[in-house]
Structures are given as C-alpha cells and as structure tokens.
C-alpha cells in the first residue's frame, strides 16, 4: 500500500517569503504525485501533478514541487508568498482502488497562513 | 479541466433520514468516485461509481449505508442513509479523464451535511 506524509500540519509565512510544503512518500513502484489545494469553504484545485516525467514540475500560481526518488520527496515550493495563498494543501499519491481505476492516497494536509 | 458539478451544496439532516447527493461530471470523465472528509480530516475514498452495476467500495465503506448508483456515463447518485452525527462531513464527486495512476482526478465543490 501506499503512503504520503505531510511533514507540517501548519506552516506559517510573510508576505513576500518563500513557501515549502513538505511531502514524503511510500511507494513500491513510480508513483505519480499530486498537489491539491483546498480554499476555505471551496472544493480541491489541482496544484500540479508529477507522472514520471520531468522532476521538476511546474503548476498554477507560481508553485512548483521537485520529485526525489532517492529521497522519497515531493516538496511543494514558491518564491513568494501571496495573501491569497493561505489554504489547506493536500499532497497526494496515486494507487489502484479495489474498483481497479486510480485511488488517490491523501497526506493528512498543511494548513498555510500568509502574514502581512 | 473537467467540469464536476455536485447538489446540494449544503444540508441539515435530521438523524435516522436519509440524503442523496446528485453529481453530474462533463464527458470527458470517464471514471466517478466518491469521497468523505470528516472534518479536520483528509480525504477518504468511498467507492468507485460503475456505470450500469454496482459499485466498488474501499475497505470500511459498504452498500447498505451508502448506496451508489451510475445510470450513465456523467451522473451518479450517493445516499447517505440513516445518518447519525458522525455522518457529519463534506463528501465530494471526483471524476477522473482515465484508469491510470497519471491521469487527473478533477472534484466538484462538495456537499457539507451536518446531521443534528
């Protein structure tokens, strides 16, 4: 079975600063990750996604996250904060459910605060 | 992305009723699942919609309490029966463009019941 731990329940930031999310995984083959996003009171947003590609995935709103294979990481990273970041973050792997399609596995969450 | 549109938004529940929850997904979505957060909590997977039969449930989650149905491709119905406080969560309509680990699962904005 597969696994993804979210390191940080709650990560807070200044305006302006960089943001790091951090994600480790469990898998026993190539995974494919996801980010989701979570705004107050809204549905999940796909952030990014990696699929055995290239490790360093570019996603919405400036976030990108780096696959470590050798470090069994997928940290979600941004050069600069933005007050409309602040929202719940999801890290995500993808496993094959028992109706046979794509089980995603969801990391408990990091709640992001954005400080003035 | 894929269109995922999900009613009610929101409910009240008396204990002991039962809620169905209507989700309509644009066609490029070819699988349906089913998802609950609990609140403060990540993402459960309940079950995988199949079209036309019965769906597929994750460990924990069996057919007498939440029956699911798929008449077609782009509608699934989930009925939360007989409802008690702990049934209190926000469950979401996912649909994914394909089987595999790689491909997206989109999700709609959820529908929050609190069971009084």
């Not at chain 1, 790091?20 to 996801?34: D, E, G, M, Q, V």
């Not at chain 1, 705004?39 to 796909?46: E, F, M, S, T, Y």
């Not at chain 2, 309940?46 to 782009?74: H, M, W």
């Not at chain 2, 463009?97 to 069971?115: A, D, K, Q, R």
Request: glycine share 8%; hydrophobic share 35%; net charge neutral.
């Amino acid at each position: 079975a597969q696994s993804v731990t979210q390191l940080d329940s709650h990560v807070s930031v200044s305006e302006g600063t960089p943001v790091l999310l951090r994600c480790n995984y469990s898998s026993s083959y190539s995974p494919s990750l996801f980010w989701y996003v979570q705004h107050p009171n809204k549905g999940l947003q796909l952030l990014l996604k990696y699929t055995s590609a290239a490790t360093l995935v570019k996603g919405i709103n400036g976030f990108e996250a780096e696959f470590k294979k050798s470090e069994t990481s997928f940290h979600l990273t941004k050069p600069s904060a933005h007050m409309s970041d602040a929202a719940e973050y999801f890290c995500v792997v993808s496993d094959k459910g028992a109706g046979g399609g794509n089980k995603l596995t969801f990391g408990t969450g990091t709640q992001l605060k954005v400080e003035l | 992305s894929a269109v995922i549109s999900q009613k009610p938004s929101r409910d009240i529940c008396q204990r002991g009723t039962s809620l169905t929850i209507q989700c309509q997904v644009d066609s490029q979505v070819t699988m349906m699942f089913w998802y609950r957060q609990q609140p403060g909590q990540s993402l459960t997977l309940i079950a995988t919609a199949n079209q036309g039969s019965e769906a597929t449930y994750e460990s924990g989650f069996v057919i007498d309490k939440f029956p699911i149905s798929r008449p077609n491709l782009t509608f699934s119905t989930l009925t939360v029966s007989n409802m008690s406080p702990e049934d209190s969560s926000i469950y979401l309509c996912s649909g994914s463009t394909g089987p595999f680990s790689g491909n997206t699962i989109y999700f709609g904005e959820g529908s929050w019941l609190t069971v009084v």
